[in-house]
Every structure is written in structure tokens, then in C-alpha cells.
């Protein structure tokens, strides 16, 4: 089993910054790559951001060259800076952590950006 505990998140006004983390523990020898998905009402959820154990990153389109998403494998923990965000970043943030077993999920933190 694999725990994944979110932190950040919260209120913001359009071009502001927020934080998210995400602190994994448990079974973590069986994960290799995690990552940040974001879901709004009626929406499917959708990848934001995911990082490899070896650091490597992949972004949706829509956050490119605003969020920054790295990883402290000693520390079992996900980081995913936000910078200029835009209402459509609006959503509940959940942290992903896959393995071949398996999908394991936070249980979600809220993201508002207001206009």
C-alpha cells in the first residue's frame, strides 16, 4: 500500500502563485514515476504534470513554462510550484503515484484562482 498526503492549494487571484505538495510513504520501492492531476465538475480528470524517479518531466500544454514540478526522492516528496495562474486552473488537485499493481490517489486539495 501507498499513502499519498497533499498539502497547498487554496485561493488565489489571477496571476498569483500557489504550491502544492504531495508526501508519499508506505510501499513507496514499488513507485517510480508520480505525478499531479486535476479534475473540475462533469470533467474527466486530467494529467497536469508528471516526473519520472530519475527527475524527468512531462507537462500538459496548458501549464508549460509556469508550473515546475520536481521531486526529493529522500524525502518521498512531490513539489509542484504554480506561477501565474489563470482561472481555468480552477479544479480539485489530486497526486498520482502509479505502480504495476495499481493506481494510488490523494485524496484531493482545492485550487481556486479568481478573475
Known amino acids: 500500500q501507498v499513502q499519498l498526503v497533499e498539502s497547498g492549494g487554496g485561493l488565489v487571484q489571477a496571476g498569483g502563485s500557489l504550491g502544492l505538495s504531495c508526501a508519499a510513504s508506505?510501499?513507496?520501492?514499488?513507485?517510480?514515476?508520480m505525478g499531479w492531476y486535476r479534475q473540475v465538475p462533469g470533467k474527466q480528470r486530467e494529467l497536469v504534470a508528471a516526473?519520472?524517479?530519475?527527475?524527468?518531466?512531462t507537462y500538459a500544454d496548458s501549464v508549460k513554462g509556469r508550473f515546475t514540478l520536481s521531486r526529493d526522492n529522500a524525502k518521498n516528496t512531490m513539489y509542484l510550484p504554480m506561477n501565474s495562474l489563470k482561472p481555468e486552473a480552477t479544479a480539485v488537485y489530486y497526486c498520482?503515484?502509479?505502480?504495476?499493481?495499481?493506481?494510488?490517489w490523494g485524496q484531493g486539495t482545492q485550487v481556486t484562482v479568481s478573475s
Open positions: 498520482n503515484a502509479p505502480n504495476i499493481l495499481m493506481d494510488y
Open positions: 516526473i519520472t524517479s530519475s527527475g524527468t518531466t
Open positions: 508506505g510501499s513507496i520501492f514499488s513507485i517510480k514515476a
